[in-house]
């Protein structure tokens, strides 16, 4: 029987992409006896008059002729050898690109995990952060609020002591006198403020300029102005004799009041009943307020005066 042989037709599509000498199963390097020697040996396996219904082995058979049909011309050998190699250092140039593209893949993928990584950790820092901050801001409000109550409660109790001057009427002003002629322990302006400012805030201090031996000390609190008429007693060598004057002035804004409460010194009754009577009311204490530190300022003028008379006449 005859040899079957491959459609020329086809050409080398058949075998178009496969190892050649791995399709023969024989090395490289193998002569052309051993080709056609492997080739006999395959092809009897796959023959298509033993295996009429078997498409596979025919495809075979097909390809095993056009293999022999390469290998064994030794012009057609030597060029499939170049394209084998060919091919093959493309093989391994696919690979390498292939590990080298998988390396910078698994690269960027750990990068990426990193850098999500890195977000979910700022992320938690900056809730933590938020958090954090909102706590400082109630722990601060809480603190505020309760220094401005305590603030509010120091003031009212200010208000309260400067304005009932702890039971005592008048200004918190005291007269303090001196031996003048003590040189060793001389008193002066600024000494004596620095004094009394250790009681408290001192509003002003007036000195007898000519003869010296006394000075006025008002203070912006009685109860300040209290302490230091008790307790100072200036420099041990030359001893202060501080006399209060609040007590003179509530004697004498008491008599001033009574006067008016008897009406000696004049003045209307005033009705507070009904809108005209608390407008009334209201002006009045105005009024009353305005009356009051003119005389105040005059009653300090006044004192000023008289102790510097009392001065004169003593010397």
């Known amino acids: 029987m005859a040899e079957a042989q491959a459609p020329k037709s086809k ?13 023969l199963g024989v090395e490289v390097t193998s002569d052309a006896k051993t080709i056609k ?28 002729s056009d293999a022999l049909e390469v290998l064994a011309d030794e012009n057609t050998r030597k060029a499939y050898d170049n394209v084998l190699k060919a091919r093959k250092a493309q093989e391994i140039r696919v690979r390498a690109m292939d590990a080298k593209r998988q390396k910078l893949k698994d690269k960027l993928d750990k990068g990426e995990k990193l850098h999500e990584e890195e977000l979910d950790m700022k992320h938690d820092e900056e809730a933590k952060f938020a958090a954090e901050v909102e706590r400082l801001r109630k722990e601060g409000s809480r603190q505020l609020e309760e220094e401005q109550q305590a603030m509010k409660k120091q003031m009212a109790e200010e208000a309260r002591a400067k304005a009932s001057g702890n039971g005592t009427t008048g200004v918190a002003r005291v007269k303090v006198r001196w031996d003048r002629k003590a040189v060793s322990w001389p008193y002066d302006k600024d000494n004596l403020t620095s004094i009394f400012s250790k009681y408290g805030e001192v509003s002003a201090v007036v000195v007898n300029a000519k003869k010296g031996g006394s000075a006025l000390i008002e203070f912006a609190n009685m109860a300040e102005a209290q302490m230091a008429a008790k307790i100072e007693t200036g420099f041990p060598g030359n001893k202060l004799t501080v006399k209060p004057l609040w007590e003179e002035e509530g004697i004498t804004a008491n008599t001033g009041a009574s006067k008016t409460s008897n009406g000696s010194s004049g003045g209307d009754v005033i009705d507070l009943t009904g809108p005209q009577g608390c407008q009334g009311a209201l002006s009045n204490d105005f009024e009353s307020l305005v009356m009051r530190n003119m005389r105040q300022a005059e009653e300090r003028r006044k004192l000023i005066a008289q102790m510097l008379a009392e001065e004169k006449e003593a010397s």
Do not use: S
């Open 37 to 64: 020697k492997a080739y006999r040996k395959k092809a009897l396996t796959c023959h298509p008059d033993k295996n009429p219904d078997d498409k596979k082995a025919i495809e075979l058979f097909h390809q095993l």
């Open 11 to 23: 050409g080398m599509e058949r075998v178009k992409g496969l190892d050649l000498y791995e399709l």
